[in-house]
Structures are given as C-alpha cells and as structure tokens.
Nanobody, 117 residues
Framework: QVQLVESGGGLVQAGGSLRLSCAAS????????MGWYRQAPGKQRELVAT???????RSAESVKGRFTISRDSAKNTASLQMNSLKPEDTAVYYC???????????WGQGTQVTVSS
C-alpha cells in the first residue's frame, strides 16, 4: 500500500505564490509518476501537472508558465510551485501516484488552496 501526505495549502491573494508538497511512503517499487489534480466546488477533478520517476513533466494549459512540478525520486516527494495565482485556481489539490508496476493509482487526502481577488 502507498500513503500520500500533502502540505502547503492555504489562503493567498491573487498574484501570490504557494508551494505544495507531497510525501509518498509505503510499497513504492519501480517506475511511477506523481502528480497533482485539483477540484473546485461544483466542478470535475482536473489534472494539473505530472512528473515521472525519470523527470518528465507535463502541465495543464491553464497553469503553464505559472506552476512548476518537481520531485525527488530518492525521497519519493513531489512539489508544486504555484506562482501568479488566480482566483480560478481555488480548489482542493490532491497529490497522486501512479505505479506502473502494480497499475494502481493512489491519492492523498487533499489540501485546500484559496486565492482571493
């Protein structure tokens, strides 16, 4: 089993920055990817950014140029640096890990990010 713990959410004014962190523990073997989803009230959960254990990253168009995902594969941690935040970035942000070995996806409990205008 894999456990994910997020930290770093909070309240920030538009234009500000926040950094989310995610620590993974448990049975993590082989190739995998970590990422962040977000879900705003009344909306579907959407993928924000991903990073593979090899370091390949992808980001949603809505956050490109503002959010940066990174990871430390040795420590099984991932971070999401969020700059130039907008009110529409307000959501619960979830850390996730995909195991290519077990073909399972794991989720953290979520952390609230609120951007005031």
């Amino acid at each position: 089993q894999v456990q994910l713990v997020e930290s770093g959410g909070g309240l920030v004014q538009a234009g500000g920055s926040l950094r989310l962190s995610c620590a993974a523990s448990g049975s993590i073997f082989g190739a995998n990817a970590m990422g962040w989803y977000r879900q705003a009230p009344g909306k579907q959960r959407e993928l924000v950014a991903t990073v593979t254990s090899g370091g390949t990253t992808r980001s949603a168009e809505s956050v490109k140029g503002r959010f940066t995902i990174s990871r430390d594969s040795a420590k099984n941690t991932a971070s999401l640096q969020m700059n130039s935040l907008k009110p529409e970035d307000t959501a619960v942000y979830y850390c996730t890990l995909w195991s290519y070995v077990s073909n399972n996806q794991y989720w953290g409990q979520g952390t609230q990010v609120t951007v005031s205008s």
